[in-house]
């Protein structure tokens, strides 16, 4: 089995760290559930959220982004598809409850549906083709692939875990349901707008 050279495995590390730790569709739904549900409420999307990349990076990295780049209208289709389930997240998200209750103040996505979710969110698709397009050899093996993916999941596990967090502490101020409710409605306009540099 092939090591990583330590030189590259900073490199990827700083990377996955700047491009899960920065906004995005993923954190802004962290942090609104963060609020809405608490920080153990929302491992399961948490859970998912980094399942689901994982997954996605593994897929990338074994041809799925050459299959895109060779059929540039289903990537197309695919990012479409991500815009519009976004905006229905979006709404779902400004018309919670914004209850103040421990678990309550809406749905939100469960594991699979985080999983799922992460296929036809455009930031994720980015950030994994830039992540093998710019950091993999050519003729690299799967198991080295496959590596990389998990090395870009268990440094993105605590940045995306920091949302949560950080969401948990803003419950503690929004004990108001109607608080609570401009914040969502916030939360989901951030959700809008996290989409449009995907589409840039």
């Not at 994720?124 to 090395?151: D, N």
């Amino acid at each position: 089995m092939e090591l990583l050279p330590l030189q590259l495995v900073l490199s990827l590390a700083m990377f996955a760290f700047v491009t899960s730790i920065t906004p995005g569709p993923n954190n802004m739904m962290l942090l609104a559930s963060g609020v809405n549900h608490g920080f153990a409420g929302s491992l399961r999307l948490l859970f998912g959220i980094e399942f689901g990349f994982f997954i996605l990076l593994s897929a990338v990295g074994l041809g799925l982004g050459e299959l895109f780049v060779a059929l540039p209208m289903a990537h197309t289709a695919m990012k479409w598809l991500g815009v519009a389930y976004m905006l229905y997240l979006a709404w779902g998200l400004a018309h919670s409850a914004g209850s103040g209750a421990e678990g309550d103040g809406g749905k939100t996505l469960g594991f699979w549906g985080a999983v799922a979710f992460q296929w036809i969110n455009p930031k994720a698709w980015i950030m994994a083709i830039g992540y093998f397009s710019t950091y993999v050899p050519a003729g690299k093996g799967p198991i080295y692939l496959v590596g990389m993916a998990a090395l870009f999941a268990i440094v993105g596990l605590p940045c995306c875990a920091a949302w949560a967090l950080m969401g948990q502490h803003l419950r503690r101020y929004l004990a108001d349901a109607k608080q609570r409710q401009v914040f969502n409605w916030v939360m989901a306009v951030l959700l809008v707008l996290s989409i449009i540099p995907a589409l840039l």
